[in-house]
Nanobody, 123 residues
């Protein structure tokens, strides 16, 4: 199992930027696809972005061109750079891991999860 801890959330205004971090421990991170998901109140958890390596990434349509996922395997850390934030980006953001290179989107495909970090975007 991989242990994951997110950080970097906060309250920002529309148009601002935030960078989320996910620190991993317990396994060699390079063997895992890492994903970011978000969950707004009353809604299902939804896929945001995933990364295997810098040439293998996938994004939800709603964040393409605004968010960037990256990883530093030496530091066992995954990042989500969020630019041009909108009020509809408000949610709890979760980091997740799954073994292997597939950039899948269903939350059920990921077996390790962090506790989440709140992102609130005011209009």
């Amino acid at each position: 199992q991989v242990q994951l801890v997110e950080s970097g959330g906060g309250l920002v205004q529309a148009g601002d930027s935030l960078r989320l971090s996910c620190a991993a421990s317990g396994r060699t991170l390079s063997l895992y696809t890492m994903g970011w998901f978000r969950q707004a109140p009353g809604k299902d958890r939804q896929f945001v972005a995933a990364i295997w390596n810098r040439d293998a990434t996938r994004y939800a349509d709603s964040v393409k061109g605004r968010f960037n996922i990256s990883r530093d395997n030496a530091e066992n850390t995954v990042y989500l750079q969020m630019n041009s934030l909108k009020p509809e980006d408000t949610a709890v953001y979760f980091c997740a891991a799954r073994y292997g290179p597939l950039l899948v989107t269903p939350p059920s495909e990921y077996h390790s999860w962090g506790q989440g970090t709140q992102v609130t975007v005011s209009s």
